[in-house]
C-alpha cells in the first residue's frame, strides 16, 4: 500500500540551528515527492518537489531535500533555522504525471523554533 | 502565477443548514480540483477528486450526498456540506491541478464551525 512516514512529530530547534525532517515513503512505482508547509490557519505552500534528475532538490526559503532511493526517503533539511520557521511541515508522495491521480500526505511534523 | 482562492476564509453556522465554499483558480485552468479535509493538528485527508464537467470521486467513506461538489468550470469547484452537524466543524482545503502541471496548488482553507 502507498504510505508516506514522518516519524516525528513535533520537533523543537533553537534559532540558527540546522534543521533535518525525515521523510520515508512506500511506492508501487517512481513517486514524484512534495514538501509543503503550512503556518496555522493557512493552506499549504510548496517548499519544493521531486520529479526526476538531481536527487538534491533545492527549494525556497533555503529548504533542500535529498531523495533517496534505496532508502525509501526525502529528508528536509535547512542548514539554519529562522524563527519564521516555525510551522507544520508535510511530506507528500504523487503517481507520475496524471491529472486524476492524488497526493497522500505524512501526518505532518510541527517544528517549533527557540529564539 | 497559479494562485487558488476560497471563499469563505470562515463560516460560521446553525446545525441543519447547508453551506457552500468556493474553490477558484485565479489564473490557470485546473481540469482536476481536490477537496480536503483536515482536523486540528492532523493531516489532510482528501475528500474527493472533482473533475471539470463530469462527477466527482470520492475518497472511501465519504459520503456523497452530504458533501456535494461540482465542478461546472475550468475555474470553479464547489462543496457543500448539507445538513451540517458540529461533527462537521474541520478545516477544509481544496487544490487545482494545473493542466499538464504535475502539480497541486493548494487555497488557503475554509473553517467552518457548525453549532
Known amino acids: 500500500a502507498q504510505s508516506v512516514t514522518q516519524p516525528d512529530i513535533h520537533i523543537t530547534v533553537s534559532e540558527g540551528a540546522s534543521l533535518e525532517l525525515r521523510c520515508n515513503y512506500s511506492?508501487?512505482?517512481?513517486?514524484?515527492l512534495f514538501w509543503y508547509v503550512q503556518s496555522p490557519g493557512q493552506g499549504l505552500q510548496l517548499l519544493l518537489k521531486y520529479f526526476s534528475g538531481d536527487t538534491l532538490v533545492q527549494g525556497i526559503k533555503g529548504f533542500e531535500a535529498e531523495f533517496k532511493r534505496s532508502q525509501s526517503s526525502f529528508n528536509l533539511r535547512k542548514p539554519s533555522v529562522h524563527w519564521s520557521d516555525a510551522a507544520e511541515y508535510f511530506c507528500a508522495v504523487g503517481a507520475q504525471l496524471s491529472d486524476t491521480d492524488k497526493l497522500i500526505f505524512g501526518t505532518g511534523t510541527r517544528l517549533q523554533v527557540f529564539p | 502565477g497559479a494562485v487558488v482562492s476560497q471563499h469563505p476564509s470562515r463560516v460560521i453556522c446553525k446545525s441543519g443548514t447547508s453551506v457552500k465554499i468556493e474553490c477558484r483558480s485565479l489564473?490557470?485552468?485546473?481540469?482536476?480540483m481536490f477537496w480536503y479535509r483536515q482536523f486540528p493538528k492532523q493531516s489532510l485527508m482528501l475528500m474527493a477528486t472533482s473533475n471539470e464537467g463530469s462527477k466527482a470521486t470520492y475518497e472511501q467513506g465519504v459520503e456523497k450526498d452530504k458533501f456535494l461538489i461540482n465542478h461546472a468550470s475550468l475555474t470553479l469547484s464547489t462543496l457543500t456540506v448539507t445538513s451540517a452537524h458540529p461533527e462537521d466543524s474541520s478545516f477544509y482545503i481544496c487544490?487545482?491541478?494545473?493542466?499538464?502541471?504535475?502539480?497541486?496548488?493548494f487555497g488557503p482553507g475554509t473553517r467552518l464551525t457548525v453549532l
Open positions: 511506492y508501487g512505482a517512481t513517486p514524484y
Open positions: 489564473d490557470f485552468q485546473a481540469t482536476t
Open positions: 487544490s487545482a491541478r494545473r493542466v499538464s502541471y504535475n502539480e497541486q496548488f
